[in-house]
């Protein structure tokens, strides 16, 4: 594939990453684990099967499969004719709506690589995504919830030295971007669209955005068939076909809402996408109700807001709801069992990446296994390793650092040789600095991250243990636990919590319960901190750095009003 721009002089398909050794990759492709088919051709035929049924709701729009295709195809041709081939790099910030299927469509055909941005994404990270792929194109929503982007993708494409095209899905164009509203037409005519290359299944399909809370966020190389294969399995351990309606209400450009299985892998098997402009209760429960909505995923900041809702008395009918896929943040036990009761489906518990592993639940699991594990591998082919901090294998049920390889799991980030000398081993293995035991019948129970532990005096305390106890405690609507620095012991447990409506929360009502529970004394809280809500991430995880940031600032006033003039 050509190079985009003067950034990238890597090919496309390799990326920088060190692909999988070919030995490998036959085996993969013998065994049936990749299908080596392009995902738009396995799209489009999964499309013709089942033409005349709804692909995806948008409010007032209805696409058919067929007509899904059609859009796709004009795009393709009307993206080609701006100048963009295969191997170009597009930057794409859309919140959910059908554009957005129709624009990824579209480049999968052309081979054109989207990069998976996120509505919350400001010029600072858009930038450094335009710049570090060599993004030709970048598309945006134009006024969204009072903030212009349109103004902030012209001030990025006036500092780039490779961006070219501003593509805004809005009104009030400036002079200069081009309109998606006109791209995203039908195709013209039964005429093939311009530029097509045939897509090789081990050239990279799309770019996502790694998970990590620190620093600028890595690109994920997926190759049309790591990707497919990722997809392929959560369909099918989720069971989905052509009677699916999966409702994306988390950002679509996250891995967990696009391809796990998802939006995706909803269209892969035949069935239909509801988009939802906000995951709001309020929002959300009418459109399971109205469109019958069988499975939605969320994450547990998410999921007690619904919890809530539902208990308010706000009654919808979403009896038609059966799976409520929970991912992306640790889900606290006494959290999942309210799902059963109180919302009417299963709850389906997963843990992933966007580099490629994606464990989940079954639904037809034991209560025990959907309540207090993540699951285990979707994919047979998938190989997972848990080892301690000296890289040594650990006891069977003791608590490990996740490693991961397989026909899912990428070799190497994009561009980022120092980050894949630690991510990555010499054997192919991704370190994913996730903390988890592996439990008899092959299910996990992620404990934390490595950088989430607090060590308290030498003792190894799980953050997502001390939140999943104070869980526990009456009145307690969500719970994160933080490192707070200390001279003596190093670091203490600092307990951010957020109260349930007119409940009082005190410290000593959480540790009074958990020494109910009998819970080991340095795992205690020894401050607790009340706030209306939590700090979020861009996809709704709690957002632990801003926690972070916030504990520092208010140690910092409490050092200086002790050491103020007239002060003891």
């Given at each position: 594939m050509p190079p985009a721009g003067p950034a990238n002089s890597e090919p496309a398909h390799s990326a920088g990453t060190g692909d999988w050794p070919p030995e490998l990759?036959?085996?993969?492709?013998?065994?049936?684990?990749?299908?080596?088919?392009p995902l738009a051709e396995r799209l489009r035929s999964s499309a013709a099967a089942v033409p005349d049924r709804t692909a995806v709701v948008d409010g007032p729009v209805r696409l058919s499969h067929a007509q899904l295709w059609q859009y796709a195809d004009g795009t393709a041709t009307r993206l080609a004719r701006l100048g963009l081939r295969a191997g170009d790099r597009m930057v794409i910030q859309l919140p959910n709506c059908w554009e957005f299927l129709a624009l990824t469509l579209a480049c999968f055909r052309l081979g054109v690589l989207p990069v998976m941005a996120l509505p919350a994404h400001r010029r600072h990270e858009l930038g450094y995504l335009v710049e570090h792929a060599g993004a030709r194109a970048l598309v945006v929503p134009g006024l969204l919830k009072g903030f212009d982007h349109q103004a902030m993708a012209w001030e990025i494409a006036a500092r780039s030295a490779v961006l070219e095209q501003v593509l805004v899905a809005g009104d009030d164009l400036r002079p200069g971007s081009a309109s998606l509203r006109e791209i995203c037409r039908p195709v013209d005519g039964p005429a093939e669209p311009e530029h097509i290359e045939r897509q090789d299944a081990g050239d990279t399909a799309l770019f996502l955005l790694s998970g990590g809370t620190t620093g600028t966020p890595k690109l994920i190389p997926r190759t049309h068939n790591d990707y497919g294969c990722t997809v392929d399995h959560a369909v099918r351990a989720c069971g989905f076909d052509a009677d699916t309606v999966y409702l994306a209400t988390m950002p679509v450009g996250h891995n967990f809402t696009l391809g796990g299985p998802g939006v995706l892998g909803t269209l892969l098997a035949g069935g239909t996408v509801v988009f939802g402009s906000s995951p709001e209760p309020a929002t959300v429960f009418p459109l399971i109700e109205r469109e019958r909505v069988a499975v939605t995923a969320v994450v547990p900041a998410v999921l007690q807001r619904w919890l809530d809702h539902q208990r308010a008395g706000?009654?919808?009918?979403?009896?038609?709801?059966q799976v409520l896929q929970?991912?992306?943040?640790?889900?606290?036990?006494?959290?999942?069992?309210q799902v059963a009761p109180v919302l009417g489906c299963v709850v389906q518990q997963g843990y992933g990446m966007a580099e490629g592993l994606v464990c989940i639940t079954r639904p037809d699991d034991p209560a025990e296994v959907l309540y207090t594990t993540q699951g285990r591998p979707v994919c047979p082919g998938d190989e997972v390793r848990l080892v301690g901090t000296d890289g040594r294998p650990v006891p069977p049920g003791e608590p490990g650092i996740v490693h991961t390889r397989g026909p899912c799991t990428i070799r190497g980030y994009y561009r980022a040789p120092e980050h894949n000398a630690v991510a990555f081993d010499a054997e192919g293995w991704y370190v994913t600095g996730d903390v988890a035991r592996l439990r008899p019948d092959g299910n996990l129970v992620v404990e934390g991250r490595v950088k989430d532990m607090i060590n308290r005096g030498g003792e190894k305390v799980s953050a997502e243990e001390v939140e999943e106890l104070a869980h526990r405690v009456a009145g307690v609507s969500l719970a994160a636990a933080v490192a707070m620095p200390d001279p003596q012991l190093g670091e203490r447990i600092c307990l951010y919590a957020v109260p349930q409506a007119g409940v009082e929360l005190t410290l000593s009502e959480i540790v009074e319960t958990m020494n109910d529970l009998g819970v080991a004394a340095y795992k205690l809280p020894e401050r607790l901190i009340v706030l209306d809500a939590l700090p979020l991430t861009a996809v709704g995880k709690i957002d632990k750095r801003a926690l972070r940031a916030d504990l520092e600032q208010r140690l910092g006033r409490a050092v200086e009003e002790l050491t103020a003039p007239g002060r003891a």
């Open positions: 990759a036959a085996h993969y492709l013998e065994t049936g684990l990749w299908t080596g088919r706000h009654r919808h009918d979403i009896s038609s709801l929970v991912g992306g943040a640790h889900l606290p036990e006494p959290m999942a069992e």
